[in-house]
């Protein structure tokens, strides 16, 4: 257990310092590595698998809505990207420009694209000609470009992978509809894959994506009590229509302006997955999304037939599962800390005394519970403990925003509330004014998250003035 | 007829000009469009499902040789560029610069990835210690930039997607063998998925990668007789190693340098299908990367039943194929016309007197050819023909290489053979000086594309100086 122990204690607790114990962990499970390129990140071969585990999931239930997938050039010219007013203001500060191709100097500036809105606007006006053509519903994965001061794996990186759903929709009330579906499709989807709960609602005004009529968000809650943005879906309405001369001839032949949608979500719902199942001893991992949903590790491996049946255990088990047996030389110890390291949902120990009883133990990641299992009932044991583990995932991730929501009706509610129990979702009225949610932020810290569809009524009063409540709005420290 | 009659007039034939032959399939196979970003293209929902499919079934083959998935930066510091003298003085004429994040000018210029080998060694560099760390077998698929004068789409563009792989070796034995192997996955790829047969060689010392000791590749030959090379396989000796100190101890604890290999294919593998097995009617796909396999067209769609019996039998097909039923109101002879223009291997159509019959016709993209099938043995024929339909392309190709390959034993024979028949494969002995190489290309107007690994022994003496010949080259005009 010496070197297992050894490697374990390298990792800081996340009650000591959570950022710190956040990149011990991207470091120790393989996860990134850092490069020479300030601000980007080395997505390591575990790190990527688990992108491909959700890309696939998420990209099936693109299709299934009928999205197609396409590919935009990196680049955007300048005067391109200036065609949205709102868009460039918020997007011009933090592009990286190219200026030179070879040893010439370019005729005009490119950006690498931040996002792509201007490259599906511009393509759209080209394709879009007839209500015929409506909807167009596109996605594109690729990576992205954002020059930003600071820096952290997959929560902030300058650049980094995601998809982008970009659509079009012949009435207003389709674009609404595409804009919710997509939302829910993001809440559903870490409900089921990541088993992370996320609370979806509607951006403040102060907070609209850059061009946005209304953006839409899911809000995860990490482990530190701190609001993590996961996934956000936009309704542009026809303002990126009319910047970019998006027309079709409706069934009365009368020219129209198409309305518009897109959303999007990243690698930084990896890091939302580490800071809300992750301990101290390294990752847990949703079952749906882990590379190896079952290490296997033969005990006593030198006594003869016993990697034999591990293996043999492994093969038979592929057939179902993510599977890897490790028969290095490394001690049980070492083994042990490395797969809980790494998040492995299920350990699956075999050693001489289990396979005379035809049986093995199983260790869940999450709480350590040990089980005895026949080998005769292997894969059905395996498939309900990997789905127990994903409920009490969620379970508990539900708990730990129980726990840390705080429903306060003034200033001070609130600063006592986050001063005791320390960071977690603030839920408190607003009126909707643009000066309370500023002045809520000065005086407590909190900005304002979201305006969720599941309302509560707190209270008939702002938080902040006083005056008639709007809405409640769940307030927070975010990533 | 009349509308789809009208479409296919609309491309240029390829006996006409090749060259825009090409061009309006990509754009009326709603392959790609263009962009206002110079040089890209945007590849469409129909153009990229053809590159998901190759994606999916090349990555396969990839991790069933234990590879694995990763993702570097896009950008590369120019120091880090500058490592390799080789590499530099190859890539760097055509990089694009960042030299701009947000407002500020960055310290370091940046170049945009033409290709990853420098983050790739960085990265090795760090991560690899011992020979238990040894073999690395990463790949990577990306995005990357060379700044092209001349652009066309998938052949040549200045973004472009492909898949890098970079591993590393104990020893230059180990390299060589993963350089050769990932060749060999590459053709037979080409000859399984691609229905394209290629010839498999090593380039010559002036045709090497930028970097390389030596240099394999994969060529194709198109309809027109010019030839693609379609993939490539390097290998590196310790010539990276060396200058980004990557080592590691061996077992008897020594420090040595590792070997290194990269290999890569593009985007442009679509472009070779496009010009391999396309005809003047439009795309014709290979069966295992068509988005749709199988076309079902209602006939006399009005009549009772027929719609619903379409749909049935669509509905059950897609439990084993790709199968799209089109129900538009549009004419039997536009669609007729436009999934012969997409390439759909096989149009299913059905009327009401095949429904009587419990029967329908098929007809087969690349030859025409009808086949009246039962509906009771619906799935079996289908697998059967794309089978057929599959090899017909192989042998086709196969066929064209066989009617456009001159063995010739003078420069004369080489000017008579291109003059008569055309472009096309050049056999030709070689002595082996890149001065004889240079003269045949500014004789002839060939260069050459490889040394095949399967020699033939044409003559004994060089076609070009008269000396001791040493290797059989195949020369060629390529894209």
């Known amino acids: 257990m010496a070197d297992g122990k050894k490697m374990v204690e390298a990792i800081t607790s996340m009650e000591d310092d959570f950022a710190k114990w956040y990149t011990d962990v991207c470091k120790k499970a393989d996860l990134v590595d850092y490069s020479s390129v300030k601000g980007c990140m080395v997505i390591r071969p575990y790190g990527y698998a688990i992108w491909e585990l959700i890309q696939r999931q998420m990209d099936d239930r693109f299709k299934a809505l009928g999205h197609e997938n396409v590919y935009m050039p990196l680049f955007i010219p300048e005067s391109l990207l200036q065609k949205e007013k709102d868009h460039v203001e918020g997007f011009a500060p933090e592009v990286a420009w190219v200026t030179h191709g070879g040893n010439d100097p370019l005729p005009e500036r490119l950006c690498v694209r931040p996002t792509s809105e201007t490259l599906f606007c511009e393509h759209y006006a080209n394709i879009v000609h007839s209500y015929r053509d409506l909807p167009k519903l596109y996605n594109q994965w690729c990576n992205v470009v954002r020059w930003e001061k600071t820096t952290r794996p997959f929560l902030r990186s300058r650049e980094f992978l995601w998809q982008e759903g970009h659509t079009v929709h012949a009435t207003a009330q389709e674009a609404i509809e595409e804009t919710e579906r997509m939302l829910n499709v993001y809440a559903d989807f870490c409900r089921d894959v990541l088993n992370m709960p996320v609370i979806k609602g509607r951006k403040t005004e102060s907070d609209k994506f850059a061009g946005a009529e209304a953006t839409y968000a899911i809000e995860a809650l990490m482990h530190d009590g701190k609001a993590l943005q996961a996934g956000t879906s936009h309704y542009f309405g026809d303002g990126f229509a009319r910047a970019f001369n998006m027309t079709f001839t409706d069934k009365e032949n009368k020219l129209q302006y198409v309305h518009q949608t897109s959303w999007g979500t990243t690698t930084r719902l990896i890091g939302a997955v580490i800071m809300s199942h992750g301990d101290n001893d390294g990752l847990v991992l949703p079952p749906k999304i882990a590379p190896v949903q079952v290490v296997v590790l033969p005990i006593a491996a030198h006594k003869p037939g016993v990697i034999e049946k591990a293996l043999e255990v492994t093969d038979r088990l592929k057939a179902k599962f993510r599977v890897k047996c490790d028969t ?67 379970d508990r991730a539900a708990q730990n925003i129980e726990n840390r929501t705080y429903r306060c009706t003034s200033i001070d509610e609130i600063k006592q509330a986050l001063a005791e129990h320390g960071d977690g979702f603030v839920k408190a009225m607003w009126c909707g004014s643009e000066e309370c949610e500023d002045k809520v932020k000065e005086l407590t810290g909190v900005g304002s998250r979201c305006i969720p569809f599941d309302q509560e009524d707190i209270s008939d009063k702002c938080v902040c003035c006083g005056k008639k409540a709007w809405k409640m709005v769940v307030w927070g420290n975010a990533y």
Chains 1, 2 share one sequence.
């Open 328 to 394: 290095s030389e490394n001690s049980a110890g070492w083994k042990f800390a490395e797969y809980e390291m790494k998040g492995v949902p299920l350990r699956l120990e075999l050693g001489p005394k289990d396979i005379q009883n035809n049986s093995c133990v199983i260790v869940r990641r999450d709480n350590r519970q040990k089980y005895v299992v026949s080998l005769d009932e292997l894969e059905t044991e395996i498939s309900r403990l990997l789905d127990e583990l994903g409920q009490a995932l969620y």
